[in-house]
């Protein structure tokens, strides 16, 4: 059964470095999600992406944050000068059909640790 | 403002036990909710989409309906392999996706 991973599947990394996760959605999906959940928190939507640009982000995706779909088969997002509290873990998800709501299917996630 | 609330918390059923989740929400316009499952340092899980009021799904065990303002997932003799915590989202029109807090399931054997 086709899935979405995500690489690394953690990721330790010191405050105002630059991170890239990586994620490979399903071959056949169009729209691709970032999302994070702080431990013990909600899950919370970060971007989507269609046809290569930004279809909807939220107050989150700030100018820190990039997405970018380099090749046919990857979908990352880069977090410049990381901070204490972008520790979280990073959600990739992906979904065959749009605009949304169609159902999208996660990734097991990036755990993403600053120091 | 979008919110989503669930209800409860935590619910701890006997394996058998049927009970339903709570999920409440306020949105302008609702595009559509959906049902997850999330097991323990892992991706959530895609159970059902709702689209409008009235609507009904269902999937072995598991039971989802919508009203206007909140939806219930309905759990038939629950096994503990049911055990997750299950998450609500809602996306409206003009607003992006807002999840809930999630309820942490525990069926006992």
């Known amino acids: 059964e086709p899935e979405v991973t995500q690489t690394p599947s953690h990721q330790v990394t010191q405050m105002g470095q630059e991170v890239i996760l990586r994620c490979v959605p399903i071959s056949n999906h169009l729209y691709f999600y970032w999302y994070r959940q702080i431990l013990g928190q909600k899950v919370e939507f970060l971007v989507s992406?269609?046809?290569?640009?930004?279809?909807?982000k939220s107050e989150i995706f700030d100018d820190q944050f990039s997405v970018e779909r380099p090749d046919g088969s990857n979908f990352t997002l880069k977090i410049r000068s990381t901070k204490l509290e972008d520790s979280a873990m990073y959600f990739c998800?992906?979904?065959?059909?749009?605009?949304?709501?169609?159902?999208?299917?996660f990734g097991p996630g990036t755990r993403l640790t600053v120091t | 403002e979008d919110q989503v609330t669930q209800s409860p918390e935590a619910l701890r059923l006997q394996e058998g036990e049927s009970s339903s989740l709570n999920c409440s929400y306020t949105v302008s316009g609702l595009r559509g909710l959906f049902w997850y499952r999330q097991d323990p340092g892992k991706g959530p899980e895609f159970l059902f989409t709702l689209y409008s009021a009235g609507e009904e799904k269902e999937k072995e065990r598991l039971k989802a309906t919508l009203t206007k303002k909140e939806s219930f997932l309905h759990i038939t003799a629950p096994k503990p392999e049911d055990s997750a915590t299950y998450l609500c989202?809602?996306?409206?029109?003009?607003?992006?996706?807002?999840f809930g807090p999630g309820t942490r399931l525990s069926v006992l054997p």
């Open positions: 992406f269609y046809n290569n640009e930004i279809s909807e």
């Open positions: 989202a809602v996306h409206g029109y003009g607003q992006n996706f807002v």
């Open positions: 998800a992906s979904s065959e059909r749009g605009p949304p709501p169609y159902e999208q299917y």
